[in-house]
């Protein structure tokens, strides 16, 4: 009896990994491929980086002007672009701390969701961050 248990997560995460695999390729080169063809349409377009503070900082950009950002990712530093001009923003920033309260042994925190305007211009490279310290975000040029 306990045989046929093991033998069946076995199967369960083969299978997972067979579908799982593929799909996340399929993902990543067509999130790699649409910022490629961003970039060739608007060769003037500004990269905006995240700048993690602390390992476990996941910085979320929502929208940039009510639409789905165009994200890029070279390495392990990741972004969005923007085209010149004042554009806003729509964020989010949210983290866990280890809590011996929690019964998960950790305690998800964040940052409220913001909107703020940002002014961007050609062939620069600017950073985008959340201070947790102060509980805002932070956007400057490199």
């Not at 490629?36 to 950009?61: C, G, N, S």
């Not at 989010?92 to 042994?105: K, M, N, P, Q």
């Amino acid at each position: 009896m306990m045989e046929s248990f093991w033998f069946y997560v076995g199967l369960f995460f083969c299978v997972v990994l067979l579908v799982y695999i593929p799909f996340l390729h399929l993902y990543m080169k067509r999130r790699k491929d649409k910022a490629t063809a961003y970039e060739h349409e608007h060769p003037e377009a500004v990269k905006i980086y995240f700048k993690r503070m602390e390992i476990d900082d996941t910085l979320e950009v929502i929208s940039v002007d009510n639409e789905k950002p165009v994200i890029h990712s070279k390495g392990i530093k990741h972004g969005f672009y923007l085209l010149p001009g004042t554009h806003i923003i729509h964020v989010r920033c949210f983290w866990a701390d280890i809590s011996i309260t929690a019964l998960s042994g950790y305690e998800s925190q964040t940052i409220r969701d913001e909107e703020f305007e940002i002014t961007v211009e050609a062939n620069k490279e600017y950073l985008l961050y959340c201070d947790r310290a102060s509980e805002k975000f932070e956007f400057k040029e490199t």
